[in-house]
Every structure is written in structure tokens, then in C-alpha cells.
């Protein structure tokens, strides 16, 4: 392996780790971030230079903690020079000086493995505190694990890259100034802290496999960093029911990936996809962690939602949909995880099995919320609906106000032929 393959590898596989294990020992984002960033670059020339070490992240961590220590005894006599002159010696957000200062110079004499696995984990739900925003905590977990830049994580949610930094620099400084804690949660607090983060990879992957805004249906790149936190959580957690239901339902998604757009970038409905076109090992994946979900237990959301897909798929391997099935999925995911989202889609999976009158029953008390007014797939699937129950005209209004809410081209070019389609 040339060093620059070891070194895309490492950034890959290692970084992460590595930041985690830096972060507990300074206790600032900022300095963690910059010294595991000294590291890569001496690694550039270190390994040119003497070759590919036998474990580079043992190296990388030993260097980032180099490097952490001598920015904490710069900022040691910076803090000194400060305080003699009578000023603030704070130095970033999170390092102080004395005895805390103290405790990271000799934490370079730690085995290198140290505490590596719960690192991860403290870093984890660090980012996704409950303290921090949503959109805080997406940004900040892509940033910290995923070791995406700031602009592209600006481009893959399409918003401005001065407001997605403001947005990371924020949670940041509300982890420091919150005095959020770097660890894992006891077991007590620790099942409602990880649907928080279950939440954060969710929508991460969703907004790559649907991209809510742009001339794109997917991005792989967010679909790729889901998948991959998806994968370490697993790795993490394993024997976590939910965790397995999250990575297989993302598995399952993502395997289809190539299927969903012709060669011409449209659109292609699940039932009009070619299986040759999907990922088999990927598929296989999801569904053995489904069934490992399945065997630890009881069914959540995430497995529901997985099982459901896993339905969906082997519908159009065999070409006999089990919409019986899927629906009856769909009720017991209404009464686990009761949303506006899971009705739309159980009235879509009712419309199939029992008819588009019944589904439409079951839109009919979500049309009433002026709120869900503005939800696009609320309007797609009530066309269809009216389509398929005999009502065209309807369903052209319908159709009309999707294609009014759509933000991203190719959902929005799919709906207009669909209306062309029905007015033709």
C-alpha cells in the first residue's frame, strides 16, 4: 500500500477514533480538531518518508497527542502572560489552565489504544446531545465523525456555507459553555439518549436518499456517512435491536440506489426498478441485520420501517407485493411510532391492499391540519389515490399542489409527467 492510499485510509477508517480520543483529553473541539489535523500533515512526510507505519492509528493518535500538548502548554503561557497583565486567561472553550492543563500533558503517556471504543461513543453522543439543536447536531456529526468540511456539508443540505459554520461554531461553544459531559450515558438515561442519535444518522441518510432541494434525487455522499456511522454504531452496540433496525433499513435503501434514476437522471418508481441494477451484497446485509434485530427484540420503529422495506423489495423480486402484510406493518408502526409521515405511508400501503378509498379514509383526518398542508407527500399520495379511485380532477389538484411544494427537481419533473399523463 503506496502512502497515499494508507493515508485516504486512515482518514477514513481512523479519524474519527483518533479526534474522539484527542477530545477527552483537552476538552476542546477546536484544539482536538487542529492537532488531529497537525498529525495527518506530519504524516504526510513521515510516511513518504520512512514508510507506512504497522498501525497508523496508533501513530496518528500518538502524534495528535503530541501536538494537543504542545497547543496546551502554548496556551499554558499564554495564560500565565494573561494573567499577570490582569486579563482573561481563558484559552478556547474548553482548556484552562492548571490543574486541568496538567492532566493533558501527561495524557501523552497513555497505552495508544486507550479507551479508543468509548470514545467513539463519547463522541457520538456528544454531538448529538439533546442540549443542541437538530440541525446543530447533524452538522456537527458530519463534521467530527464523518470529517466532512464545512462546505460540503453546506452543499449537500443546500444552504450557505456561512450559515452552516455558524451553525457548527454554535454547537461547539453550547457543548463548552453547557458544560455538556464527554461520555457515554448510563444505562438508565441511555435509550432515550440513542433514539437522539439513531434520529441524527436517520436524518443524515434521509436527506441523502431524498434530497429535499437540488437537481438530484440522491446524495451518496450523506448516504455513504450514514451508512458508515450506521456501521460503527453497529459495531459499537451490537447487540442493540434498533441499531440493527436503523443500518438495515439503510442497507436495504441504499442497495437500490443506482435503480432510482434512468440514465437520463428520471425518476424510476420502486415497482418499475430492475433488480439486476441493485446492490446484492447490500441487500444481503440488511437483511441479516434485520434478522439479527428480529432474534434481540421486540419491534421498534426502525425495524418496522426496515421490515417494511424488506417487503417492498422482495414485492417487486417476485413481482407479488404482499400489501396485506406491508399495511398491516404500516398499523402496528402507527401505534409504536405514531406521525404525520407513518399515516401518509400507511394510507398509501391501505390504498394497495384494500382499495383507494380506504386509503383515502385514512388521509383525510391529516388534510384537516393546516400545518401538513405544506408536507409535498401528503399531495403526491392523495393524487394517486384520487387517480386510482376514478377521480381525475381531483387528482390534478392534487398533483398541482405536490408539484407546487416540490423543491427538488427530479421529484418535481416525476410529478408533472404524472399530471401530463393524467390530463393527456
Known amino acids: ?24 483529553y483537552v476538552g476542546d473541539f477546536e484544539v482536538a480538531e487542529e ?10 512526510a513521515s510516511w513518504t518518508r520512512d514508510g ?21 502548554r502554548r496556551a499554558r503561557s499564554t495564560a500565565e502572560r494573561a494573567a499577570r497583565w490582569g486579563q482573561d486567561p481563558t484559552f478556547g472553550s474548553g482548556v484552562t489552565g492548571g490543574a486541568e492543563l496538567d492532566a493533558v500533558e501527561t495524557a501523552v503517556d497513555e497505552p495508544d489504544d486507550a479507551g479508543l471504543v468509548d470514545d467513539r461513543l463519547r463522541l457520538i453522543f456528544t454531538c448529538c446531545h439533546p442540549a443542541l439543536d437538530v440541525p446543530g447536531r447533524v452538522a456537527l456529526t458530519l463534521r467530527t465523525l464523518g470529517g466532512l468540511t464545512t462546505t460540503e456539508i453546506a452543499r449537500a443540505f443546500v444552504v450557505a456555507e456561512p450559515t452552516m459554520g455558524k451553525r457548527i461554531v454554535r454547537a461547539k461553544r453550547k457543548i463548552a459553555d453547557a458544560r455538556i459531559p464527554y461520555r457515554v450515558p448510563s444505562a438508565t438515561e441511555l435509550p432515550g439518549r440513542l433514539q437522539g442519535v439513531l434520529q441524527v444518522v436517520y436524518l443524515i441518510f434521509n436527506e441523502g436518499y431524498s434530497a ?27 447487540a442493540d435491536a434498533e441499531v440493527l433496525g436503523l443500518l438495515a433499513l439503510m442497507e436495504l435503501h441504499d442497495a437500490r440506489r443506482e435503480a432510482r434514476v434512468d440514465a437520463a437522471g428520471r425518476y424510476v418508481p420502486l415497482p418499475e426498478q430492475d433488480p439486476s441494477r441493485w446492490d446484492g451484497a447490500r441487500l444481503d446485509a440488511g437483511r ?4 439479527r434485530a428480529a432474534a434481540l427484540a421486540g419491534p421498534g420503529k426502525y ?4 421490515a417494511i ?8 423480486e417476485t413481482g407479488h407485493p404482499d400489501w396485506a402484510r406491508i399495511a398491516g406493518l404500516y398499523d402496528l408502526l402507527a401505534v409504536v411510532a405514531p406521525s404525520p409521515v407513518v399515516e401518509v ?47 381525475p380532477d381531483g387528482a390534478a389538484r392534487a398533483y398541482r399542489r405536490a408539484i407546487e411544494l416540490s423543491t427538488n427537481t427530479v421529484e418535481r419533473d416525476e410529478l408533472e409527467s404524472r399530471l401530463r399523463h393524467l390530463t393527456t
Open 35 to 44: 492537532a488531529v489535523q497537525d498529525a495527518f500533515l506530519a504524516a504526510v
Open 309 to 316: 422495506t424488506e417487503l417492498h423489495v422482495r414485492g417487486v
Open 212 to 238: 429535499h432541494a437540488g437537481d438530484q434525487l440522491v446524495r451518496g455522499d450523506l448516504c455513504a456517512e450514514a451508512l458508515r456511522l450506521g456501521r460503527l454504531l453497529a459495531e459499537l452496540l451490537p
Open 303 to 306: 425495524q418496522l420501517h426496515a
Open 288 to 291: 441479516a441485520a434485520l434478522a
Open 345 to 391: 405511508n400507511r394510507a398509501a400501503a391501505i390504498g394497495f391492499a384494500h382499495g383507494p378509498d380506504a386509503g383515502l379514509q385514512v388521509l383525510g383526518p391529516l388534510l384537516d391540519d393546516p400545518v401538513l398542508d405544506r408536507y409535498q407527500p401528503l399531495h403526491a399520495t392523495r393524487a394517486d389515490l384520487l387517480r386510482r379511485a376514478g377521480d
Open 1 to 24: 500500500m503506496t502512502p497515499t492510499q494508507a493515508l485516504d485510509r486512515a482518514f477514513r477508517d481512523d479519524r474519527a477514533a483518533v479526534l474522539a480520543t484527542v477530545i477527552r
Open 52 to 72: 507506512v507505519p504497522a498501525s497508523t492509528r496508533a501513530w496518528l493518535l500518538t502524534a495528535a497527542r503530541r501536538r494537543a500538548v504542545d497547543r496546551v
